[in-house]
Each structure stands twice: as C-alpha cells, then as structure tokens.
C-alpha cells in the first residue's frame, strides 16, 4: 500500500527525514509514532507530493509516484484518486455547512450529483454530524471539526486513509468514537496509516506501529512484537501471592519479598510453570499469580530516550 525507501528531506539547514524507510501492507491499521519534531508530517506530505523530498522513493497503491527526487505527476494522480487524507493543520469553510462542505470536496473527486448526496449521508451519518448537516461549520467545536475532516477524508470512499494527528483535540469519548471509525474501516478491508504523539491514541486500534525519531524510522512491528521484544530484554516481572511463606534462597531468579507471603520475582524468560513447581516443591499453594507487561508508553519513552 505504502513502500517508501530511504527518503530524505531537508528544509535549509533541518534534515527532516534522514533516509526514511517504511512499509504499511494492504488492511493494515499502522500508527505512525513519534515525538515532536520526528518528521511525521513532513513524511505524509512527501507522501502525498505536497512537498518535494530530494532522495528516495516512493509507492503508493502499487504505482511508484516518487523517485530520482522527482514526482510522476500522473501516477501520483492516480494512486490519489484512492487515499483519503485528513491534515494536520486544514482550515474548513467557516460560512459552510458539512453538507455544502462535502458536496464541494465530492466535486473535486467527479463524483455525480447523486453520488455526492448518497455518500454525504454515509459518512456524516458515521463521523456523526449527520444531526448538524445544514449548520454553519464556523460554530462548530474542535471535535466536531476532526470529525468533519475525516467525513472529508472518507468522501470518495478510498482504500487508503492517511490521517495526520487525527485525534487531537478530541475528548475521551470522541477519541474512542474515532477509535471505532478506524476499527470499521479494517472491517471494510481499508488501509489505515496515521500518526500520532500519543501511545494511548495507537495502542488499542493499531496492528503495527512504526516509530520516527529524528527522520528515521527506528523500529516497525506488530505491538506484540514490541512487546514480547521488550519482554525479553527488560525480563519478565511476576507477583506472586503464596498461601504461607516461601524460601526463595539459591534460585536463580531475582526475588523481592513485597509483604507477607507476596513477591515480586524478575527473571529473563517466563518462569511461571517453573515457579509453580518450586512453590509446590516447598508445600505452599499459588493464590495469584500476575505477569506486568510492560506499557507501550514505557517501550516508547526507552526508546525515544
Ligand atoms: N516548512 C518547514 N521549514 C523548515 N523546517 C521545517 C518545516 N516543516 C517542518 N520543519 C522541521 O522539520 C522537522 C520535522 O517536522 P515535522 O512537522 O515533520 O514533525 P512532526 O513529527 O510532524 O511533529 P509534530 O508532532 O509536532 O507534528 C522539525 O524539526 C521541523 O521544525
Ligand atoms: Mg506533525
């Protein structure tokens, strides 16, 4: 869906993308994570040849719209008859409704009249403004107005939605509405690329989750690979609570009492059916037993730093 290789892209003296490599396969939901400042927006920019990288290439939808630092205009045409896109920064017809707003956007994509008004209802009705359609957009809140961008995005109905920072601004109930927007459009078999700064805004709707810092793309897995990764370098964390106490003298696990018969027991692999046993072995019992993965948040704070 989206290949890019080893693209760079300097402002004067900012090398905003640093030989940048990324992959996102057809029915992926990727989030693109990274601090401030990573190159983020500077990469779905080059993306959608809305500034001119000097280096790299490429691909969007199978059709390689960029390389030899130069865009093919006509495939790039093409492949962006497809993707939906929501910016970071859009300004909206203030004086506007959603509907005359749509039906403007549906124009751009020569859609008929009677396709324009089919698919205005679907995704206003879904991004739900569908209530507000006939109201002037210059009244309408931040989340409203995400809201009427992604209805913007999904006008044509693409395979591809690339969406910068979607969610920000959004409340807890609107970011988990925009969560199960996301969710429908795998469920439609779409593509979903976006970025975001926040782990929480990623973790639960992402299937891979590809990590920016400084131009380059330092890490590109599921989450559970993440996670499992991190597992294995950080260890696994057990509390354990036992019926009555138990010696943990001459394992070779890293065992800290944290109160009476509660412990906390580090080790590098998963040790659980061993520790049942070595608890057995003394004639105590396992009341619970809790494994701590690591969050995303803290996998991502180490490896920003
Ligand atoms: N038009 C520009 N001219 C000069 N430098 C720029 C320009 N746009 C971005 N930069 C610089 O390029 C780097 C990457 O910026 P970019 O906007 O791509 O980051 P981002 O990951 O989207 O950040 P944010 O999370 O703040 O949106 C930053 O150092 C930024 O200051
Ligand atoms: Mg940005």
Same mark, same amino acid.
């Given at each position: 869906m989206i290949t890019v290789d080893n693209l760079v892209k300097v402002y004067r003296d900012v090398r905003a993308l640093d030989g940048l490599n990324l992959k996102v396969k057809p029915g992926q939901v990727y989030g693109f994570l990274g601090p401030n400042g990573a190159g983020k927006s500077t990469t779905i920019l080059s993306l959608l040849g809305l500034i001119f990288p000097q280096k790299g290439r490429i691909e969007l939808l199978n059709e390689e719209v960029f390389r030899n630092g130069r865009f093919d205009e006509g495939k790039l045409v093409k492949a962006k008859a497809r993707i939906g896109y929501m910016p970071e920064h859009a300004t909206l017809w203030e004086f506007l409704t959603p509907l005359q707003t749509l039906d403007i956007i549906g124009k751009a994509f020569r859609m008929s009249r009677a396709e324009r008004e089919k698919r205005a209802e679907e995704v206003l009705k879904l991004v739900n403004l569908w209530e507000v359609k006939n109201r002037k957009v210059g009244k309408?809140?931040?989340?409203? !107005?995400? !809201?009427?961008? &992604?209805?913007?995005? &999904?006008?044509?109905?693409?395979e591809l939605l690339i969406l910068d920072e979607p969610m920000t601004g959004l409340d807890p109930k609107g970011i988990a509405e925009f969560k199960d927007i996301i969710r429908e459009q795998r469920k439609a078999g779409k593509t979903v690329f976006f970025s975001s700064h926040i782990l929480a805004h990623v973790e639960e709707v992402c299937d891979t989750v590809g990590v920016i810092v400084k131009g380059k793309l330092i890490l590109e897995d599921s989450i559970e690979n993440i996670k499992r990764e991190f597992l294995r370098k950080a260890g696994y964390t057990i509390i354990v609570e036992t019926n009555r106490p138990v010696d943990f003298s001459g394992v070779g696990w890293n065992v800290t009492p944290l109160g009476e018969n509660k412990y906390r027991v580090v080790s590098q692999e998963d040790i659980r059916e061993e520790l049942h046993d070595f608890v057995a072995s003394q004639g105590a019992k396992i009341l619970t037993m809790q494994v701590k993965e690591p969050s995303l948040e803290e996998i991502f704070l180490k490896m920003v730093k």
């Open positions: 309408f809140s931040k989340g409203m !107005r995400q !809201r009427l961008l &992604l209805a913007q995005a &999904l006008i044509n109905d693409p």
